[in-house]
């Protein structure tokens, strides 16, 4: 089983861009399912974007869509999230999860498992 530590949170302007790292330890992280999701306090877990092994399936919710891309660089273990546009709303804590095959999914309880977390705050 691979662990997942993310990277690149930070405090940026409304209108900025952050790039988040997720670093797998472990030879087998091109056979995982990646998917970024963040939470803000007192609310569930919420579904950003996932990637399959391959990279050839990404979906996005849409209050990502056209501003964020997700990717994935199996030479490096990593999956990447790039966010450009930043607005107020997209200030919470960002984990990446992953889960064995190929089957991509938005429900955070499919996913087994998890980094720490990195901080995004955006400020307007």
């Known amino acids: 089983q691979v662990q997942l530590v993310e990277s690149g949170g930070g405090l940026v302007q409304a209108g900025g861009s952050l790039r988040l790292s997720c670093t797998a330890s472990g030879r087998t992280f091109s056979i995982y399912t990646v998917a970024w999701l963040r939470q803000v306090p007192g609310k569930e877990r919420e579904f950003v974007s996932v990637i399959s092994p391959s990279g050839g399936s990404i979906y996005y919710a849409d209050s990502v869509k056209g501003r964020f891309t997700i990717s994935r660089d199996n030479t490096k273990n990593t999956v990447y999230l790039q966010m450009n546009s930043l607005k107020p709303e997209d200030t919470a804590k960002y984990y990446c999860?992953?889960?064995?095959?190929?089957?991509?999914?938005?429900?955070?309880?499919?996913?087994?498992?998890w980094g720490q977390g990195t901080q995004v705050t955006v400020s307007s």
């Open positions: 999860a992953a889960r064995v095959g190929a089957v991509v999914t938005d429900s955070p309880v499919k996913y087994n498992t």
